[in-house]
Antibody
Framework: QVQLQESGPGLVKPSQTLSLTCTVS??????????WTWIRQPPGKGLEWIGYIYNSGNTYSNPSLNSRVTLSLDTSRRQFSLSLSSVTAADTAVYYCARGHRSGYFDYWGQGTLVTVSS | SYVLTQPPAVSEAPGKTARITCVGN??????VHWYQQKPGQAPVLVTY???DRPSGIPERFSGSNSGNTATLTIRRVEAGDEADYFC??????????FGGGTKLTVL
């Protein structure tokens, strides 16, 4: 069974960098042609795609966040990571990691981690 | 940018059929995926590629897609189906797009 688990600080100060890691078990992240993706959900709101990293290491981010997003992959640890710089209160959200398919759907999700941006 | 519009809320009595719509420009030309999200939990994929179901999802859940509207149909609604439901597509310009979500209330 494929499982994903997010980890990282739950509180980040404004203007600092939010850093999260997703650990994958039950599947290899170096093969299979999946898009290892970050998605967020502000409290009480809908879902927003942040970006993905492919098993080749190629990345692509939501243009609305592009300049602030860094994605990386550590295949030996079965982890992929997100860094979001210059955060503001608007970045407060539950952050999910998920496995994406070529046809665009996400079949496995982490449980989500709430990150609050506040001084 | 590509926009998906869902009704904010749908309600239905137990045992009846609930239908949740997702409207987008020529959405019938895209593959539509639906997720169920219960409070405090991650979304769960309930249908993908318009009408396919992941293993473990009851046959009561079905999807359809044509023209400008995709529909998630839940037959014989149960109390446990009460949740938020999101539609989602991949668009060549907007990338991954989610609908705003529909809260299903079981009366």
């Amino acid at each position: 069974q494929v499982q994903l688990q997010e980890s990282g600080p739950g509180l980040v100060k404004p203007s600092q960098t939010l850093s999260l890691t997703c650990t994958v078990s039950g599947a290899s992240i170096s093969g299979g042609g999946y898009y290892w993706t970050w998605i967020r959900q502000p409290p009480g709101k809908g879902l927003e795609w942040i970006g993905y990293i492919y098993n080749s290491g190629n990345t692509y981010s939501n243009p609305s966040l592009n300049s602030r997003v860094t994605l990386s992959l550590d295949t030996s640890r079965r982890q992929f990571s997100l860094s979001l710089s210059s955060v503001t209160a608007a970045d407060t959200a539950v952050y999910y990691c998920a496995r994406g398919h070529r046809s665009g759907y996400f079949d496995y999700w982490g449980q989500g981690t709430l990150v609050t941006v506040s001084s | 940018s590509y926009v998906l519009t869902q009704p904010p809320a749908v309600s239905e009595a137990p045992g009846k059929t609930a239908r949740i719509t997702c409207v987008g420009n020529n959405i019938g030309s895209k593959s539509v995926h639906w997720y169920q999200q219960k409070p405090g939990q991650a979304p769960v994929l309930v249908t993908y590629n318009d009408r396919d179901r992941p293993s473990g999802i009851p046959e009561r859940f079905s999807g359809s897609n044509s023209g400008n509207t995709a529909t998630l149909t839940i037959r014989r609604v149960e109390a446990g189906d009460e949740a938020d439901y999101f539609c989602q597509v991949w668009d060549t310009i907007s990338d991954w797009v989610f609908g705003g979500g529909t809260k299903l209330t079981v009366l």
